[in-house]
């Protein structure tokens, strides 16, 4: 039985070096599906044999990339233990000396595997533990391939599609350990700019009015949503064997413009900044992001000055948000 992982990718070069290397010291072979990245994501894989990379020239996300790495991976002889793990994610390092994976093998074939999806916060080296959604999340990460069972088409939003076929998942086994590491909040400007990206993108395949602008930034908001927000520090076990083979998971940069920028940038300009004034993304100075844009030499860009497009009563509607939703959770109840 080998160790397979499925990774879907899109311009991840700032993580993905950290990411591949841990995964390497227990996993067999790495697929990739990449979403025509433009920064150094390639070059990155290039470095280890181990990965293999497939194109993927779809616009949106859907489990139609799931298929397409389960696909590759079946190319494989056998029924393999297979892993769903996004390139901002760690599978904690006790899962190399723990035993847990001859365990996971002895399984059944077709039996998922349930394990806790850990919110490292603003930094490497704590984790979110309070009464948000962030907090004590399970997702279904890997399963003992059946052969037969493939992933039903779904948009998803985004990355919410499933990890694993959901004809398998009523053989489900929750884990205790090990757990999966989700460094996007560690890169807090970078997670930011990614959430207004999603919105704009799922903003464009709606209507493009005021409800479903409301919708969208109802999904969402809990993102930025730091209202009680508590923390504890990351357990050693769960990085220190990562640290021991050279793989340092604490050194995380910043970066002034991100691509998620640039493509709602363009998106600016191809639909007018108005098209957009409801959405929940007027917390980022777009106009100095423009200017970055254009130092780096990008395309499709406006030439005007950007200027926030919202009238008071839109502003004060995103002011409010957490009173507005939490009314909405009283009246529901």
Same mark, same amino acid.
């Given at each position: ?8 990718? #899109?311009?991840?070069? /700032?993580?993905?070096?950290?990411? !591949?290397?841990?995964?390497? =010291? /227990? ?10 990245? $433009?920064?150094?994501? %390639? ?22 990339? @799931?298929?397409? !790495? ?10 393999? !233990? ?20 001859? *365990?996971?093998?002895?399984? #059944?074939?077709? &039996? ?9 916060? @603003? ?42 076929? $959901? ?26 700019? *990614? ?33 009680? %927000? ?12 990562? =640290?021991? @083979? ?20 363009? /998106? ?6 108005? $098209? ?5 993304? /007027? ?6 992001? !423009?200017?970055?844009?254009?130092? *780096?030499?990008?395309?499709?860009? &406006?030439?005007? *000055? ?20 939490? %009314? ?6």
């Amino acid at each position: 039985m080998k160790k397979i992982v499925l990774m879907p990718t #899109k311009n991840d070069a /700032w993580i993905l070096e950290k990411t !591949l290397k841990c995964l390497l =010291l /227990w996993a067999d072979k790495i697929i990739i599906s990449d979403q025509q990245s $433009t920064d150094k994501t %390639l070059d990155i894989c290039k470095m280890f044999p181990q990965v293999v990379v497939l194109n993927n020239p779809n616009v949106f996300h859907s489990t139609k990339v @799931r298929q397409q !790495l389960l696909d590759e991976a079946r190319k494989e002889q056998g029924n393999n !233990l297979i892993f769903s793990i996004d390139s901002d994610e760690v599978v904690t390092a006790d899962i190399i000396d723990s035993g847990i994976l001859s *365990k996971m093998e002895a399984e #059944k074939i077709g &039996t998922v595997f349930q394990m806790q999806w850990v919110q490292l916060w @603003r930094s490497p080296e704590v984790y979110r533990d309070d009464d948000s959604v962030w907090s004590n999340s399970y997702k279904h990460f890997a399963f003992i391939d059946d052969r037969a069972s493939n992933y039903t088409y779904e948009y998803g939003v985004n990355d919410h599609n499933p990890r694993v076929p $959901t004809a398998l998942v009523e053989n489900t086994v929750k884990l205790a350990m090990p757990k999966v590491l989700h460094f996007q909040f560690v890169n807090w400007n970078r997670m930011l700019a *990614k959430q207004r990206f999603y919105r704009v993108q799922d903003f464009l395949q709606t209507k493009k009015d005021f409800w479903s602008a409301l919708k969208i930034n109802k999904m969402y908001f809990a993102a930025k949503e730091e209202n009680h %927000l508590q923390t504890k520090p990351v357990l050693p076990e769960w990085t220190v064997s990562y =640290l021991k @083979r050279g793989v340092d998971l604490k050194e995380i940069k910043e970066e002034p413009l991100y691509w998620y920028d640039l493509e709602v940038l363009r /998106w600016f300009e191809k639909f007018g900044l108005k $098209t957009f004034a409801y959405l929940d993304i /007027w917390d980022a100075d777009w106009d100095f992001k !423009l200017q970055q844009a254009k130092l *780096k030499g990008g395309s499709g860009l &406006t030439k005007n *000055k950007i200027i926030d497009p919202r009238n008071f009563l839109v502003k004060a509607y995103h002011s409010l948000q957490r009173l507005i939703y939490q %009314l909405y959770k009283v009246v529901k109840n």
